[in-house]
């Protein structure tokens, strides 16, 4: 058995991380060996650790698919992912100038379904942003719902919880205070 090629290193990282795989240094290891230490690793472990969080794989045989097929979220060639950029920043550049139409689209219609096209890859911050900015829009009837996978959305409400914390908060602390004047 083989880990296919479209998973990335830090996505093996990740699988390290939550099953609990032993691989010493694995974060110095370049991505071949480290492949082979995960396979070799999940050769001698009988069952591993349910996960319902990132990768929601329940059993040894379900991660040793999901290593064996093509990412899920790698879903798009270079190509077709610069070809999605262009309509999120053409989008973010309609929006930013007052929801006017531009020189990029003559019609509502075109810019509409262009939205509703990109709305399939949220998983891309910029295709995340244009679909929210859009969705400000005046003249729009229906809100675009952007598809975001469970892992990008794990991870966003990780980052809003963090960001929240850091936010200072206003307290109130009732102690008597003493003014001195010179």
Excluded: W
């Excluded at 032993?22 to 069952?47: A, C, F, G, Q």
């Excluded at 929006?95 to 096209?117: Q, R, T, V």
């Excluded at 990780?158 to 003014?179: C, F, H, N, W, Y």
């Amino acid at each position: 058995m083989k880990i296919h090629s479209s998973h990335s290193k830090k996505e093996l990282y990740e699988v390290i991380e939550i099953f609990n795989l032993i691989i010493p240094d694995y974060r110095e290891k370049m991505k071949n060996e480290l492949t082979k230490d995960i396979l070799y690793e999940l050769s001698k472990v009988d069952d591993i650790k349910s996960d319902n969080d990132i990768f929601y794989i329940e059993s040894k045989k379900e991660l040793l698919d999901y290593l064996k097929n093509p990412n899920q979220s790698k879903i798009l060639t270079i190509k077709q992912k610069n070809d999605v950029m262009v309509i999120a920043k053409r989008i973010i550049s309609y929006c930013k100038n007052g929801y006017f139409l531009s020189a990029y689209y003559m019609d509502f219609d075109e810019l509409y379904k262009d939205a509703l096209y990109i709305s399939r890859y949220c998983d891309i911050p910029s295709c995340r942003r244009a679909i929210n900015l859009f969705n400000n829009d005046y003249k729009l009837d229906k809100k675009i719902t952007p598809i975001i996978s469970p892992k990008v959305k794990r991870t966003l409400q990780k980052q809003s919880l963090l960001k929240s914390e850091l936010v200072p908060k206003l307290t109130r602390v009732d102690k008597p205070i003493t003014i001195l004047f010179d």
